[in-house]
């Protein structure tokens, strides 16, 4: 399970931005999809039946995307909507190498056209050696601290991606 630290650290590095209110917003979009939680907690719903679904799709970051196209103010066009999206979408996926039992927690990337939950647990291993579990207080606070010890090769792996494509992009 990851936890804001990593996805904020991942949201860094796909970010160039270096203004405030940006970076906030930056941070803010990379655990928006997680908002999904106050389902859960607000309404007493079950949380292996709403967590990482409509929230962690594709389609929701499709159209949080275009929201935000539309309705952005001014001083946060620096930030494009593009850049957005790929923010959004970085959640649901760095959630993905994080599901140890993809038919129980995985995310539901394409719903809703499909209720298929889909987990790669890559990083899992990783986790379970900090904490079995991070819904306890110990548990979280270990999961924290790997994801701080993980926050800058995560953040200097997605920089070193992005500007690889960058440069593919531009060869001139």
Known sequence: MALPVAHSAVALGI????????????????ILPDFDFALVWGLGLPVDVYHRTFSHSLVAALLLSALYSWFRPPSLKSLAPGVF????ISHSLLDILCTADAADHGVMLFWP??????????LVPLYRQFAESPFSWPGSLRFTVLELLLAGPLWAGVRVLRNRFADEANPG
Do not use: C, K, N
Request: net charge positive.
């Open 113 to 122: 056209v499909s209720d298929l939950r889909i987990g790669w647990p890559v």
């Open 85 to 88: 999206f790929v923010v959004l």
């Open 15 to 30: 970010s160039r931005q270096r203004e405030p209110r940006v970076v906030a917003l930056v941070l803010l979009v990379a």
